[in-house]
Nanobody, 126 residues
Framework: VQLVESGGGLVQSGDSLRLSCAASGRAFSDFDMGWFRQIPGRERWFVAAIGRSGGSTIYADSAKGRFTISRDNSKNMLYLQMNSLKPDDTAVYYC????????????????????WGQGTQVTVSS
């Protein structure tokens, strides 16, 4: 599956952004989806993930209450609504897809994801 992120940019502290990830190539609903972020020199950190049907979600503590992950399987789209952004949220954000079964558990582990997008830069100024 091919993944293409969009929606990043330069914003001020307290602003909002919505990231999008367009999927193609395989049945989108076969995959759990996740958002990760990375700053230079560091590993990729989990942000949020959503199950195949969209009924289950998990968040990193840093994202709880501020970010919302969602998906539209009819459009093959994944989203991350980010509110109350902080300078610490500055990173390249990646969407990722993990092949899953009907009863699989959503993963927070980057190495368990099979496909990755190219990333979109989010910069939050203070």
């Amino acid at each position: 599956v091919q993944l293409v992120e969009s929606g990043g940019g330069l914003v001020q502290s307290g602003d909002s952004l919505r990231l999008s990830c367009a999927a193609s190539g395989r049945a989108f609903s076969d995959f759990d989806m996740g958002w990760f972020r990375q700053i230079p020199g560091r590993e990729r950190w989990f942000v949020a993930a959503i199950g195949r049907s969209g009924g289950s979600t998990i968040y990193a503590d840093s994202a709880k209450g501020r970010f919302t992950i969602s998906r539209d399987n009819s459009k093959n789209m994944l989203y991350l609504q980010m509110n109350s952004l902080k300078p610490d949220d500055t990173a390249v954000y990646y969407c990722a897809a993990k092949e899953s079964s009907f009863d699989s558990t959503i993963s927070m582990k980057s190495w368990e994801y099979d496909y990755w997008g190219q990333g979109t830069q989010v910069t939050v100024s203070s």
